[in-house]
């Protein structure tokens, strides 16, 4: 069996669009396994910069087959602009195939995200706006509107009628402005012609590429700390980016999965609200998120910046049962000076499970020499200056996860592969 998941190991955004690409290349399918357009990976390949925010990246590769699982939401719309946007830059691109249980998102879905938003008050939850929650609230509800359904027009259109009828009184009811029946039926009875020739059954797709022994690359999206259970609930997403989900959203059972990588920064980034212990709203932060250029792929929003957390990564290695861990963004850390690590919340055992606990801890740190040089052209371990290889050193330490990759800057190129043995069984 060899099969792999990519986990974000933080709140998201820890670049695992850069490893997805460069493992894409030697899977034979990628199957994303959750969210929607909320999230962005860029990937940068010969020379292009490609983003991503619904098709796994592994569709650059021409022999790769690319799905999107049951548990995503899939808003047509966005999923044809990328894909056209794609096709623009690469005429030669993989097979894509759309799981017939994904969930679509209606433009109500988008409308009731901002509406929500602005009920809750201080307790804003800095959703991206793409109706996420909406529409896995409907998938809940069991009223949601699945991709098999979409597109087949005898059912798709009887099943937006009703459920208009209720999303327009509750859009009423919150202010808004209600939908006009037709007018959103002749768009999206559009959408569903053009994507219905990707949307099959995928999961027995997905249990024979396991059973015959592929290469199977199971894509997460966000991060651990932004899942509906395992994160900082209630400033989470509504779905399950934990490896667990990889499961729930593609239609294999546990026993179906070999390896688990979590993907972390260097250092910590969140985007929206909620606590993070090792946020530093201060020059240190202002230095990382510049070096790093640190803006959301979606929204465009700077992202909240801080030191290394280990507290909560090692929280994250065991959430996920990680098999090793792809260290990210070497490179941005460069003359930031010593580096400061978290290594306990003081009076505290570990990572609390609840925000209210989460936002009083008071981070411990360990500090390490920084260093200066400029990672970029390192390919090997031993190419490493000493620094960064006692910095990697002390998070496999402390975590108990070997670190099998490292990544010193966007491009396929600048990978350091140390433990292959983690990646592929
Ligand atoms: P939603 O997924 O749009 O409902 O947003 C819920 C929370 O998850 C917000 O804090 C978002 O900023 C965050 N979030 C959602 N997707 C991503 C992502 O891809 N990267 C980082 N944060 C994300």
């Known amino acids: 069996m060899s099969t792999l998941v990519i986990v974000g190991a933080q709140w998201g955004d820890e670049a695992k669009g850069k490893l997805v690409d460069v493992l894409g290349g030697q899977a034979d399918v990628v199957v994303r396994y959750a969210g929607g357009n909320n999230a962005g990976h860029t990937v940068i390949a010969d020379g292009k910069t490609y983003k991503f925010q619904l098709i796994p990246a592994g569709i650059l590769h021409t022999d790769t087959v690319s799905i999107l699982g049951s548990g995503m939401v899939i808003c047509p719309e ?37 509406l929500e938003e602005g009920m809750r008050g201080d307790n804003k939850i800095g959703t991206t706006s793409r109706g996420i929650g909406p529409a896995y609230q409907d998938k809940v509800s069991r009223t949601g509107i699945r991709m098999g359904e979409f597109v087949r027009p005898e059912m798709s259109r009887a099943r937006l009628q009703e459920q208009l009828t209720y999303k327009n009184r509750l859009i009423e009811l919150l202010g808004g402005q209600p939908f006009d029946f037709e007018t959103l039926h002749a768009e999206y009875a559009a959408y569903a012609e053009e994507l219905r020739p990707f949307v ?14 592929h290469k199977v690359l199971f894509e997460g999206a966000q991060g651990t700390f932004l899942d509906l259970d395992s994160g900082t609930y209630p400033f989470v997403t509504s779905s399950h980016p934990v490896a667990g989900g990889a499961c729930l959203g593609t239609g294999v059972g546990p026993r179906a999965i070999r390896n ?80 400061q690590l978290a290594t306990s919340y003081a009076g505290r055992d570990g990572f609390p499970a609840n925000v209210w ?6 981070p411990e740190y360990v500090t390490l020499p920084g260093w200066t040089e400029d990672l970029r052209g390192c390919r090997h371990w031993n190419d490493l200056p000493a620094t960064v290889q006692q910095y990697l050193e002390f998070i496999e330490e402390y975590t108990e996860t070997p670190v099998a990759v490292i990544s010193i800057g966007p491009d396929r190129t600048e990978t350091i592969v140390k433990r292959p043995e983690l990646i592929w069984a």
């Open 78 to 114: 966005g999923l044809l602009q990328e894909l056209a946007r794609t096709r623009a830059q690469k005429s030669e691109l993989g097979t894509l195939y759309i799981s017939s249980a994904a969930h679509v998102v209606f433009p109500y879905h988008r409308i009731l995200d901002g």
């Open 260 to 339: 688990i990588l979590g993907v972390a920064k260097a250092y910590t980034t969140r985007v929206g609200s909620g606590p993070f212990p090792t946020e530093q709203d201060n020059s240190v932060g202002e230095q990382i998120r510049a070096q790093g250029q640190e803006y959301g792929t979606v929204t465009g929003r700077g992202r909240r910046c801080g030191w290394l957390d280990l507290v909560a990564l090692k929280h994250a290695c065991r959430l996920n049962s990680l098999s090793g861990l792809v260290m990210t963004r070497l490179d941005v850390l460069a003359n930031v000076g010593d580096l």
């Open 200 to 213: 099959v059954d995928t999961e027995p797709m997905v249990q024979k590429a396991v059973a015959d022994g």
């Open 357 to 362: 606990d989460l936002a009083e801890v008071q």
